[in-house]
């Protein structure tokens, strides 16, 4: 089983380009999840959505937009990149609402921003 | 403001000894509290959790946590180390929502 994919797994950004970080899902899993990580910070949330065509913010979400047309598919889209958002992106999926469920994070992608 | 601490960045235990790694908590209602391993360039991935019940949960790899509500705590144990054992640990929690509060990390490193 493939679990959750992300692409691409290096990015080297100049200030002010935008990209789109890739996320999908084999699992069948309604709740998907973006969380950056900071050294010395943990993980903190950006995006999250319940199921296709619902999304909300989490504690981060200035300067990336997301969206989910599928059951499969979350991507991270960041606009006007800035070096502040240089950081570790992970994408995760859970079957259940995490006050129960597991989450299931990809293998993550490393941003750059120059 | 719902919070998870995990005191020590780093946690040094030699082979073959027990290890603890620490996680307080601090949420409204009822905690449901998680344990995740990160390996060098890698995703988390999960090793155990407590909803409700007993409050020993045994988890993957032989570890276990130990919930404590008066003590607000949720340790991570193991009472054998293994040099492969040495990664990121993170605990986290939520309280009802759909949202994970997770600690800052503790880096475990077994020394052989």
């Known amino acids: 089983n493939a679990g959750v994919t992300q692409t691409p797994k290096f990015r080297i950004l100049k200030i002010g380009q935008s990209m789109t970080l890739q996320c999908a899902q084999d699992m069948n899993h309604n709740y998907m999840y973006w969380y950056r990580q900071d050294p010395g910070m943990g993980l903190k949330l950006i995006y999250y959505s319940v199921g296709a065509g619902i999304t909300d913010k989490g504690e981060v979400p200035n300067g990336y937009n997301v969206s989910r047309s599928t059951t499969e598919d979350f991507p991270l889209r960041l606009e006007l990149a800035a070096p502040s958002q240089t950081s570790v992106y992970f994408c995760?999926?859970?079957?259940?609402?995490?006050?129960?469920?597991?989450?299931?994070f990809g293998e993550g992608s490393r941003l750059t921003v120059l | 403001a719902q919070s998870v601490a995990q005191p020590e960045d780093q946690v040094n235990v030699a082979e073959g000894n027990p290890l603890t790694v620490k996680c307080t908590y601090s949420v409204s209602g009822n905690p449901y509290l998680f344990w995740y391993v990160q390996y060098p360039n890698r995703g988390l991935q999960f090793l155990l959790k407590?909803?409700?019940?007993?409050?020993l949960v045994k988890g993957s790899y032989g570890f276990e946590a130990e919930f404590n509500k008066s003590q607000t705590s949720f340790h991570l144990k193991k009472p054998s180390a293994l040099v492969s054992d040495s990664a990121l640990y993170f605990c986290?929690?939520?309280?009802?929502?759909?949202?994970?509060?997770f600690g800052t990390g503790t880096r475990l490193k077994v020394l052989a």
């Open positions: 407590y909803i409700t019940g007993d409050n």
């Open positions: 995760a999926s859970s079957r259940l609402a995490v006050n129960t469920g597991e989450l299931f």
């Open positions: 986290a929690s939520t309280s009802g929502t759909y949202k994970y509060i």
